[in-house]
């Protein structure tokens, strides 16, 4: 979107050098364009002028004069450095007070003329200017940091908002050679200023009505990019065929009159849908949405069955290694002995070339093996997986015979989606939800245990021990290979198997164990060999050991709304009363904490934790990029969202290719491979 001229890096500014420049890299700032787009988090409104004669008290004003004198002296008290300046207009004089920032005295020199930009107060020192923004006024710059409503960016240390902002003002003029890449028709329709326009007023808005056209205009381009993506997917879907997979009735409802337990109404229901879907000669692209343990896989099991059934194959992926071996476990015991399943992860590759299920990691996107003659593509917890992910297995089949058929898409997920989020993800998706749990399930107890009285919930612990169930402790990791986490982990293992429960069996899962390993712990933990098992929280999503009674979160204020949910769903999936232990040693207990407790509707839980959070740390995904990261716009915003919308789908209706929109092609095109970069 922006010509080379942007993309110069910052350090050709002669004001910046090594230093500054390793600072703003810190930023993410590198270029000028990345400047450019680096929004103010706030402003403050500094345009009130008054005489100097009547100077109202604790409001910010900006005072324009010429200093008399300006010294520092060391306040007796606190040994701060106290900088002090008088400034006359005509009559009047002000007294300005910076507190630590004694080098002031180097920048202003008595006679100069400055402009002062704070809050007047009064106190037993007097009345004076409490640390304003200051600047040297120039007849020919205008003001930069008084004096107007000035913008106050996000900083690191060793930087400051005065840097920051006079890097701005200096690359503003650049913006005449911006393009503008909205079409007219869809800037008048929708009343939006140009962009050039836009970035100007975002960084230094003349008023505030023109900061909120700056800003609708911002929030606009990304929701819209966004639309035109989502939307061009699904014309994709729409205009390649897929093979028509025949609903095998008997050989299904055979097959659902074996299984161990009856299906609930809703998975019935979900799983007719899907059967319905798969005979269409458009590919499905079906997202089954329930909460955690509600019993996805069996569906999905079934939509595997029928499709190999018509002879087609089977690809499903699936977040984690131990969650791939976990559904071939399933799959394996639950399909008839002669179908063939493979597994294929980072570690372990089978075989793929005759199976009729392949069931893996992100493995299987990266893999050479054949995926051909794929009828259905499963995407389990699919918001661990970004959507250039999710996208790339879609196409994988697309490669041989030259043949054009698309496979079916099932998409799982445990977390609920907002509508505004939907729309922004998917477009139009088909859902099916199972709200219903299998019947005999006890609500999950939840406590909050302050970190000083563990000994209480150990004897709990010990009771449901004795009465041979499971427990779970999870330690907090903050990302992925955390190491602290680990060690915390290892630390707490120890523990808890030398001084808590001696006479039990603990074991220890964490990420940075070799596959092999995982796999041998889980193993010991589904026969009940290992009876607690201590873990990082790569146990969030989807493992599923009916026997375990009891999850202890150490840390529990660590964790979201979502994410703490999820963690509670690994227990309470046998019949038995289970219980959720939320320790936190934080001095005031976090409200989501005590929603958590109040609460089991995952999707009244995930709807707050939006609000609480915002959709980014929301799923605790931030790297995969399932939430696209958004600068300014916000995925709860419906209205924007469906104007957004409309004005992606009249261009699309126009010019599908957007042969005649070469500049919004090419944003698109960058925005799509941010996406297939993760
Ligand atoms: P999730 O939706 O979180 O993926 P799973 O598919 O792992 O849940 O199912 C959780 C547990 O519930 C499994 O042990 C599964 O065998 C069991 N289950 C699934 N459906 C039913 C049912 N209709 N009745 C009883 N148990 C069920
Ligand atoms: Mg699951």
Same mark, same amino acid.
């Given at each position: 979107?922006?010509p ?5 890096p ?10 500054t420049?390793s600072l ?8 000028q ?12 409104d ?15 004003v900006?005072?324009? =004069?010429t200093?008399?004198?300006?010294g ?11 900088t ?6 005509n ?7 910076w ?6 005295t ?17 106190n ?8 304003p923004q200051y600047?040297?006024?120039d007849?020919?710059?205008g003001?930069?940091?008084? =004096? +107007?409503?000035?913008?106050f960016?996000?900083?690191?240390? =060793?930087?400051?908002q005065?840097?920051i902002?006079?890097l ?6 650049l913006?005449?050679f ?14 939006? $200023? ?5 970035l100007?007023?975002i ?9 909120s ?5 911002l929030?606009?381009d990304e929701?819209f990019t ?19 997979l ?5 050989a ?7 299984l161990p ?7 019935? *229901? ?7 879907d ?10 089954l ?10 569906v ?7 499709? $190999?059934?018509s002879?087609?194959?089977? @690809?499903?992926m ?8 976990q559904t ?8 008839p002995q002669?179908?063939r ?5 980072? #570690? ?5 070339? #005759? ?8 493995a ?11 009828g259905l593509?499963i995407?389990?917890e699919?918001?661990?997986?970004g959507?250039?992910?999710r ?5 994988k089949?697309?490669? %041989?015979n030259? #043949? ?16 505004s989020?939907?729309?922004?993800l ?5 859902v099916?939800?199972i ?12 406590? $909050?245990?302050? @970190?000083s %009285?563990r ?22 990791i $903050? ?34 164990l ?5 796999? !041998? ?5 589904? +026969? ?16 599923d ?5 009891v999850?202890?979160i ?6 979201g709304?979502?994410?703490l949910h ?17 320790v ?9 904490l ?7 509707d995952?999707? !009244? ?25 958004? %600068?300014?716009?916000t ?6 969202i ?10 699309l ?13 090419? *944003? ?9 970069l993760?």
């Amino acid at each position: 979107m922006f010509p080379p001229i942007f993309l110069r890096p910052l350090s050709n500014i002669s004001r910046v050098g090594a230093h500054t420049e390793s600072l703003l890299k810190k930023l993410g700032l590198v270029t000028q364009a990345d400047l450019l787009m680096y929004f103010p988090l706030r402003y403050e409104d500094f345009r009130t002028m008054p005489n100097m004669t009547a100077l109202p008290l604790n409001t910010p004003v900006t005072v324009r =004069g010429t200093i008399e004198s300006i010294g520092n002296k060391n306040s007796s008290r606190k040994r701060v450095a106290v900088t002090e300046a008088l400034v006359r207009s005509n009559e009047d004089l002000l007294r300005a007070v910076w507190y630590n920032q004694p080098f002031l005295t180097k920048n202003l020199k008595v006679g100069e003329k400055i402009s002062l930009s704070g809050k007047v107060i009064q106190n037993k020192f007097g009345v004076f200017m409490q640390s304003p923004q200051y600047e040297k006024v120039d007849s020919r710059q205008g003001l930069t940091h008084t =004096g +107007r409503i000035v913008p106050f960016y996000s900083l690191t240390e =060793g930087l400051t908002q005065k840097q920051i902002r006079t890097l701005v003002r200096h690359i503003l003029p650049l913006l005449r050679f911006l393009p503008e890449w909205l079409p007219q028709s869809i800037r008048f329709r929708n009343k939006l $200023i140009p962009l050039s326009q836009a970035l100007q007023w975002i960084h230094f808005p003349p008023t505030f009505p023109k900061l909120s056209q700056a800003r609708l205009r911002l929030q606009f381009d990304e929701i819209f990019t966004i639309q035109l993506g989502v939307l061009q997917y699904q014309q994709f879907l729409t205009r390649n065929p897929a093979q028509p997979l025949h609903f095998h009735k008997e050989a299904i409802q055979r097959f659902v009159a074996v299984l161990p337990f009856r299906l609930t109404d809703d998975q019935k *229901k979900a799983a007719w849908h899907i059967l319905q879907d798969m005979q269409k000669t458009t590919p499905m692209h079906r997202l089954l949405q329930g909460d955690v343990g509600s019993g996805k896989t069996v569906v999905s099991a079934i939509a595997a069955y029928n499709c $190999i059934l018509s002879s087609a194959r089977v @690809a499903v992926m699936s977040p984690t290694e131990i969650l791939a071996r976990q559904t071939f476990a399933t799959f394996q015991a639950l399909l008839p002995q002669d179908v063939r399943i493979a597994l294929l992860t980072g #570690s372990e590759k089978h075989e793929t070339a #005759s199976a009729q299920i392949i069931i893996g990691t992100h493995a299987l996107i990266a893999t050479q093996a054949q995926l051909d003659h794929l009828g259905l593509v499963i995407i389990d917890e699919q918001h661990r997986f970004g959507v250039g992910q999710r996208r790339m297995l879609h196409y994988k089949n697309n490669t %041989k015979n030259g #043949s054009q058929l698309l496979p079916h898409l099932l998409s799982m997920t445990a977390t609920p989606i907002p509508r505004s989020l939907m729309l922004t993800l998917y477009g139009d998706l088909a859902v099916s939800q199972i709200h219903s749990k299998p019947v005999g399930r006890s609500l999950v107890t939840t406590q $909050i245990v302050s @970190a000083s %009285k563990r000994e209480t919930m150990y004897t709990k612990i010990r009771e449901e021990l004795a009465a041979g169930k499971q427990a779970f402790i999870i330690c907090p990791i $903050i990302e992925e290979n955390d190491a602290l986490g680990v060690t915390a982990a290892c630390t707490e293992y120890e523990r808890v198997q030398k001084h808590i429960f001696p006479t039990y069996c603990v074991g220890l899962l964490h990420g940075k164990l070799k596959p092999k390993e995982k796999d !041998a712990v889980m193993k010991h933990f589904r +026969r009940n060999e290992i009876h607690i098992l201590v873990a990082t929280s790569v146990v969030e999503v989807g493992i599923d050991i009916p026997n375990a009674a009891v999850i202890v979160i150490e840390g529990a204020e660590r964790f979201g709304l979502a994410q703490l949910h999820q963690l509670r769903g690994r227990v309470g999936r046998g019949d038995a009363a289970s219980y959720c232990f939320l320790v936190t040693d934080a001095q005031r207990v976090p409200v989501r904490l005590q929603m958590l407790v109040r609460s089991h509707d995952g999707f !009244a839980l995930a709807e707050a934790d939006l609000k609480l959070r915002g959709s980014g740390t929301m799923y605790g995904t931030q790297q995969s990029g399932f939430v696209p990261e958004l %600068k300014i716009a916000t995925l709860s915003d419906l209205p924007l969202i469906e104007t957004a919308r409309a004005a992606a789908r009249d261009i699309l209706v126009e010019d599908a290719t957007l042969t005649h929109y070469p500049l919004l092609a090419q *944003k698109l095109s960058a925005w799509q491979e941010n996406f297939h970069l993760e």
